[in-house]
T-cell receptor
Framework: NAGVTQTPKFRILKIGQSMTLQCTQD?????MYWYRQDPGMGLKLIYY???????DKGEVPNGYNVSRSTTEDFPLRLELAAPSQTSVYFC???????????????FGPGTRLTVT | AQTVTQSQPEMSVQEAETVTLSCTYD???????LFWYKQPPSRQMILVIR??????QNATENRFSVNFQKAAKSFSLKISDSQLGDAAMYFC?????????FGEGTQLTVNP
């Protein structure tokens, strides 16, 4: 198992450009998440998905879009990049257990994005 | 809304000594999970330990243990016999369903 993989590892964008951060998991987890982590801070939830075709907003969704066409993939789209989106982005996945809770989340290695 | 508070932005410990990291949370739920994650300089988020709220027994994983006080909504992490590799940012996290709420983190330094 590769676990959760993210591409690219690093990216520099100019203001106004767009890009897609890729995330793939091979653990057959139904839940997937996107977080951002600003320097010296904790993780903030951007979007999450409870399964293919279903997504929902987290705490900080503005400026981002997601889709979930397969169980494995959960790309994050940045439209019209702004300096405020400079951050490290983490993708994660988890499996819902029999009680309706999710077990622990497994994280990808992160993507460091700089918008200048 | 649930909140998670880590009141110690930085902590330091001597190698082989014991250190305790604090975490408090606010919730009206009775069933939930609490986690401690470690983030070393590589940035990888690594699960350290998990505690189910319905369990009274404190979770233990080798040198890592928690002190879970449900009534006080407190969830501290104790690291025994600290090692240089324990140096990292530690995050406390809470979930009552599918979404995790993270604290702001505690940066742990281990001095040789």
């Amino acid at each position: 198992n590769a676990g959760v993989t993210q591409t690219p590892k690093f990216r520099i964008l100019k203001i106004g450009q767009s890009m897609t951060l890729q995330c793939t998991q091979d653990m057959n987890h139904n839940y997937m998440y996107w977080y951002r982590q600003d320097p010296g801070m904790g993780l903030k939830l951007i979007y999450y998905s409870v399964g293919a075709g279903i997504t929902d907003k987290g705490e900080v969704p503005n400026g981002y879009n997601v889709s979930r066409s397969t169980t494995e993939d959960f790309p994050l789209r940045l439209e019209l990049a702004a300096p405020s989106q400079t951050s490290v982005y983490f993708c994660a996945s988890s499996l819902e257990n029999w009680t309706g809770f999710n077990y622990e989340q497994y994280f990808g290695p992160g993507t460091r994005l700089t918008v200048t | 809304a649930q909140t998670v508070t880590q009141s110690q932005p930085e902590m330091s410990v001597q190698e082989a000594e014991t250190v305790t990291l604090s975490c408090t949370y606010d919730t009206s739920e009775s069933d939930y999970y609490l986690f401690w994650y470690k983030q070393p300089p590589s940035r990888q988020m690594i699960l350290v330990i998990r505690q189910e709220a319905y369990k009274q027994q404190n979770a233990t994983e080798n040198r890592f243990s928690v002190n879970f006080q449900k009534a006080a909504k407190s969830f501290s992490l104790k690291i025994s016999d600290s090692q240089l590799g324990d140096a990292a940012m530690y995050f406390c996290a809470y979930t009552s369903g599918s979404r995790l709420t993270f604290g702001e983190g505690t940066q742990l330094t281990v001095n040789p």
